[in-house]
Structure formats: structure tokens, C-alpha cells
């Protein structure tokens, strides 16, 4: 058999092996193992995914391939991907933190997923015969080559435990709630920016949407503003509700909350992240009241998820415990006016809504 042959084969058992560790169910139960064991291995095993991918791809350049150089990576990286989907199905939810886990099993994916395209690309530049290169980036198996390094530096950064996991999380969601912020901010800027330009009582400004076939926005009537202040009010409360909870319920200073709290949280970050990007979706023009009461039930009801999770004694009283506050009590009687502010803001524009 010749090298050449050798290497086709050497590259259908790493894509068989990707495509089996990305179609595999559930792990068996395992004994839970050290975290802090299994996050070396898996940033271990990421380094050597990297070297071992960039030898494949200097070794199989299309233009000029050298087979036998490329044999011991390829049958390295069919170990490899093994050896990674091994260690990421060590870690358990129960025991690790599902959110840590989610966290990983999501970037191990990416990786087979990249190894696979990258496997797929010299499968058919074999197959076909074709091996015109122009040595320049543009070329596919550099461009595979490229996104497989920029996903495994991803992996390489993946959190080290359960509560720098939803930290990360709850860091992304806070950008995209300040994302909405501004979003609203700018809508009651340009409605008031509007109000007093008074366009001699027209209904309507051209926003530039037409010229794709959108069509125009309805200027915001005194209603509707009152409106949307009234949300961009809830919203910066949901802000500070967010950042204060990572500051000090997800601190890294100090002792970890317990693994469901912490997931619990993740969840719930999501979920007001979701909740307030419906509730934006209901500010354009022309408003529908009764899809705003909906969708501002359904944020009422996430912050009162919000607030019967801090209100458990391992999630608030624990963590506050060792603020840089003068008492505990204070850094409660926080949450608790902040909550209740929320809610008062929520009854006022549940109120304006001429809702019974």
C-alpha cells in the first residue's frame, strides 16, 4: 500500500471518529472525577490538537503533499479527537456544574466539527486530483486550517470550573441587555428629537427602510412614548439588577455558591435577556397593547424567578455574608429595593396600558 493510500485512510478514520464522538448519546454515569484534573487534560489536549492539526496541513498542502510526513500526525490526531471526547464526557453535571459543562461539551463540538471539515477538504482534494494551490489564504484547506486554530484558541480559554462558566454567561447576557438599553434610549431620543421638529403634523418619517421594501416607521404618538419610557425606566433597573449579581452573588473572591444555584442563575440570565428582547420587540410602531401586556407578564414573572432564587439562603444571605458592605442586611435591603422598584415600574406601565 502505497503512502498515498496510507493517508486517505488515516484521514477516513479521523473523520469516522469525529463523526462518532458528534453522534454518540448520553455518557454512561461515571465516578466524578477531579475538575481541576480534567480542565489540564482538556487544555492539554487542545495545545496538541493545534500542533498536531498545523503538521496535517503543512504535510497534505495540495500542491505539493508529503504523504509519509503526514502518516504519525493523522493517526495522532484520530487519538486525539478520542482521547478529547473521552475527557469531555468525564465531565458531570451533578457533580461539575451543568453550566461548566454545557460550556465545554459546546466548544468540544465546534472542535470535531472543524477537524471534520478540515479531514473532509483533503479527502476531496484526493479524491478529485485536483492540486492547483495558490499558496495564499484563500485557499480551501487554509481557510479549514485557520477556523480549526481560531476555535481550539477558544477551547484553550474555556472556564476552569462551574462558577467562571456562568460568570462568562452572565458577562455576554449583560452586553446584550446593554445592547437593548441603548436600542430603547435611542428610540425615545429619536421620538422627542421628532416631537419637536413637528414635521407640520405628518405621520410618518422616512427612516431609509423604504429603499429595501420594509417600508416606513410610524412616528411614536404621546402614548407610545410615554410607553417607551416607561420601559427604558424597567430596563435600566434590570441593568443594575444584572451587574449587581455578578458583582457580588457570582464574585470570584470569594467561596463559590453551590453548583444548582449557580446554574440556576445561568438559566435565569438567559431567560431575562429573552424576556427583555421581547418586551423591546413590542416598542416599535405601531404598538400593540395587548402584545406588550404579554410579553411584560412574562418579564414580571422572570424577575420574580429572579427573586424568590436570590431570597434562598445559599444564594444571597451566603455570598453577602463577605461583601465589602457594612452588613449583610445592607446588601440585601439592596436587592429588596431594587425588586420592589422593578415591580412598581412594571404595575406603572401594566397601568398605561389600560389593562384590568
Known amino acids: 500500500m502505497s503512502d498515498q493510500q496510507k493517508v ?25 472525577q477531579s475538575l481541576q ?15 498536531t492539526t498545523t503538521k496535517v496541513s503543512l504535510a497534505l498542502k495540495p500542491s505539493k503533499p508529503t504523504y509519509s510526513a503526514s502518516l504519525a500526525p493523522l493517526k495522532d490526531l484520530a487519538d ?33 466539527e472543524a477537524i471534520r471539515s478540515l479531514a473532509q ?43 467562571l462558566a456562568v460568570r462568562k454567561r452572565w458577562s455576554e447576557d449583560a452586553a446584550s441587555l446593554d445592547d437593548g438599553f441603548r436600542e430603547v434610549a435611542e428610540m425615545v431620543e429619536e421620538a422627542e428629537s421628532t416631537e419637536e421638529d413637528g414635521d407640520d403634523g405628518d405621520e410618518e418619517f422616512d427612516d431609509g427602510w423604504g429603499d429595501i421594501g420594509i417600508g416606513k416607521s410610524q412616528k411614536m404618538d404621546a402614548d407610545e412614548l410615554d410607553r417607551t419610557k416607561k420601559v427604558h425606566g424597567i430596563l435600566r433597573l434590570a441593568q443594575l439588577l444584572h451587574k449587581r449579581v455578578l458583582r457580588d452573588i457570582l464574585s470570584t473572591s470569594q467561596e463559590a455558591p453551590k453548583n444548582s444555584i449557580l446554574d440556576a442563575l445561568s438559566s435565569l440570565s438567559h431567560e431575562l435577556l429573552s424576556a427583555s428582547d421581547e418586551l423591546v420587540s413590542t416598542l416599535y410602531t405601531p404598538q400593540v397593547p395587548k402584545k406588550m401586556e404579554t410579553e411584560l407578564g412574562a418579564f414580571r414573572r422572570i424577575i420574580s424567578d429572579f427573586q424568590a432564587s436570590l ?37 406603572a406601565l401594566h397601568g398605561s396600558l389600560g389593562a384590568t
Not at 10 to 32: F, M
Not at 85 to 93: D, E, K, R
Not at 148 to 162: G, I, Q
Request: charged residues 20%; contains cysteine.
Open 80 to 112: 486525539q479527537v478520542s482521547a478529547l471526547f473521552h475527557c469531555a464526557n468525564l465531565l458531570i453535571p451533578e457533580a461539575h456544574g451543568a453550566s461548566l459543562v454545557r460550556e465545554v461539551k459546546s466548544l468540544v463540538r465546534d472542535v470535531l
Open 121 to 163: 477538504t483533503f479527502l476531496g482534494v484526493e479524491a478529485s486530483g485536483l492540486r492547483q494551490s495558490s499558496g495564499q489564504a484563500g485557499d480551501e484547506y487554509m481557510v479549514r486550517t485557520a477556523t480549526l486554530h481560531s476555535v481550539l484558541d477558544r477551547a484553550r480559554a474555556c472556564s476552569a470550573n462551574n462558577l
Open 8 to 32: 486517505v485512510l488515516s484521514l477516513k478514520l479521523v473523520l469516522e471518529t469525529c463523526n462518532a464522538a458528534l453522534d454518540s448519546g448520553p455518557p454512561p454515569e461515571a465516578t466524578p
Open 37 to 51: 484534573v480534567l480542565h489540564k487534560d482538556l487544555v492539554s489536549l487542545m495545545s496538541l490538537l493545534y500542533a
Open 311 to 347: 431570597a434562598k439562603p445559599d444564594a444571597l444571605e451566603t455570598q453577602l455574608r463577605n461583601l465589602s458592605l457594612a452588613t449583610t442586611n445592607n446588601g440585601s435591603k439592596w436587592f429588596d429595593t431594587c425588586f420592589v422598584q422593578l415591580f412598581k415600574a412594571v404595575d
